[in-house]
């Protein structure tokens, strides 16, 4: 169980065999962001509205800007400390951007590329290892299971696995492999039939939700008491979007949330789940790397307090003990209210 085993900083030939999937991925998601905003990059009127705090309702007028992209504002709540986008797509323009994009299927493209489906696979087994050493197996959902590698690994490992995903074409692909995985949008999807779960997976999905909190008391009346939820989200403090910041590739329209070491566990046990384990993976290390020295220790000191004597000295095992690498992964059980 290595978690550097799906680190791509860590494979060499990854990067280049992935760069084409991936620049073709940019290039669309750019073009489709572009679509809703104006000439000086705001949102289009009525494209968007505005709100306040998604997790404690702060208002949004007492809380400090921390960077502009793409027409969003990322503010830090003055009570709670959440990085949040002030602005939100509305649902209509939400959905017709999805259908009319090519970001979907560029998504697709780089899912089904065999060098990031081997990494994909590699992780999915770290996370159903890492999951199986405190829940044992059991019955699991997979909330947008893309490709299946999670079923995959989860059915490898014992449990009765599910999914539910948004994007036909990655249900399809699951049902080649004759994984369980029905198309559409959680929780109206599931068949009556299934649940209450031993166990939610939701990799790449708390970041997409307006309301996160409604999100969860929906997830938890749809587990076992005791049960566990694994979550995956991009890690704002991680130490390669301090340096890139607003070009980073994790602000982007649908990022609505922005979460951090000191805040996700906090907004778990509001929702009613207990951490149970905590770390960082994905370092980024040769992107980080990519940079000047002054860059990245003058982001390593503006993060940690530290000073970084030998930038080009930094290595993965440096990144993730500091918290700082690009994903934040936890293990949460569900506790009584
Ligand atoms: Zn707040």
Known sequence: MDKNSFDAALRPGVRAALAPSNSALRRAEDET???????DGQFLPGASFARDCPYCHTASATASLVLQAYGMHLMRCADCGLVYSREVINRAFEQQRYQASQAADANMALKIDPHYAALEQDKARYVMARLGSLAGTGSVLDIGSSTGALLQAAEAAGWTARGVEINPAAVAHCRQQQLQAVCGEYPCALSADWGPFDAVLMLDVLEHLPDPLAFLARVSADMQPGG?????VPNFRSLLLTIEGGRNNNICHGHWSYFEEQTLPGLMRKAGFEMRFFETYISELDRILAYPDEVIATAW???TGQVLEQPRQLTVEHVHQ????YKLFGIFQKVAA
């Open 33 to 39: 962001f572009r679509r809703l905003l104006d000439e």
């Open 301 to 303: 000191q503006q993060l």
């Open 228 to 232: 566990w939820l694994v979550i995956q």
């Open 322 to 325: 500091a918290m700082l690498g």
